[in-house]
């Protein structure tokens, strides 16, 4: 079936939203016409290698500009798609966005409207590149006001202190209570005192900081050898991101602490497409279509429909 430049791109455009057969079935509705799934994948497939490395290369971004007072937030997390030759393989993501971007929602929550997406299926070196075509110039111009917030991977905190040393680094709040809360639940056995526990935890932590949670802790009997050593694993922890865990500090500046936004982002992103149930890739779909993905996420669909245009 030949398509028209203007079909190709409704076409990519639907099957980058949906699985290939219901793709097909939207076709028929939304533009009346009859075309295979299996059309509207070899399409998608084509624009999805293509627009790679447009996407890829350092002039397509925009440049990442910021006033005064105001944050770039970075985050980056790993996350597992199914491939056929190898089974699960990690596709790491990358979401960097303006403090200026952060917009009420609801009393309690909160959307980003504008952020830039990076996806790679491979190591981290070459994930970090493509990172840096982002960040570099706005560190280099204002690198106290770009924010990392992350987990406790060791590659991520190795990248960002070797390459953003004096970029503000902050371990996301609700991966540190996470590992206070498996200590606790050694030592603490009703499931109330726990939560309880853990809820003055929290506020302590966020209020008068670590080295005042680390006094609490200390006092807290240890009477058998797992709680012992359970106790040792926290104490490492809280030391190798102690540098990170300064919440009052971070909260006085109205910054973000928590690495919600990368979490959202993994299941808008790329899980909502290509990990609905069933699904296997091949390893070099999977790669098109995350970059299909990342682009439109990022807004360059114009780039995608000028790909098409002139490739007619």
């Known amino acids: 079936m030949k398509t028209s430049p203007f079909l190709t791109e409704k076409l990519v455009f639907i099957g980058h939203t949906e699985c290939y057969e219901r793709a097909s079935q939207s076709a028929q509705v939304l533009l009346g016409i009859e075309v295979s799934d299996s059309t509207i994948y070899r399409l998608t497939d084509k624009v999805g290698e293509q627009i790679g490395p447009i996407l890829d290369s350092p002039n397509t971004r925009k440049e990442i500009a910021l006033v005064e007072d105001e944050n770039l937030y970075v985050q980056v997390d790993g996350s597992m798609l ?7 393989k990690e596709t790491k993501l990358g979401r960097v966005f303006k403090s200026s971007s952060i917009l009420p929602q609801s009393t309690n929550r909160q959307w980003i409207r504008d952020s830039e997406y990076v996806a790679h299926m491979g190591g981290h070196r070459e994930f970090e590149d493509l990172m840096s075509q982002l960040i570099d110039e706005p560190y280099r111009l204002n690198e106290s006001q770009v924010v990392f917030v992350g987990d406790g991977a060791r590659w991520q905190w ?10 503000i680094q902050i371990l996301d709040f609700y991966h540190a209570m996470e590992h206070i809360g498996s200590y606790v639940k050694v030592v603490v056995k009703k499931s109330k005192e726990i939560d309880k526990m853990m809820k003055k935890i929290g506020g302590m932590l966020k209020n008068r900081g ?7 802790l200390d006092n807290i009997p240890r009477n058998t050898l797992r709680q012992r050593n359970e106790y040792e694993k926290l104490k490492t922890y809280i030391s190798n991101n102690k540098n990170k865990m300064d919440y009052p500090k971070y909260l006085s500046k109205e910054l973000l602490i928590g690495s919600g936004a990368i979490e959202s982002a993994h ?14 890739w091949s390893q070099k779909g999977l790669h098109n279509m995350i970059k299909l993905r990342t682009a439109s996420m990022s807004g360059y669909w114009s780039e995608v429909r000028k790909l098409v245009r002139n490739a007619a």
């Open 267 to 280: 299941r808008t992103v790329l899980q909502k497409r290509m990990k609905q149930s069933g699904q296997r």
């Open 210 to 216: 670590i080295d005042t949670v680390e006094r609490y």
């Open 82 to 88: 199914l491939t056929r030759e190898e089974g699960w």
């Open 158 to 167: 190795s990248w960002v202190e070797a390459e953003y040393p004096r970029a």
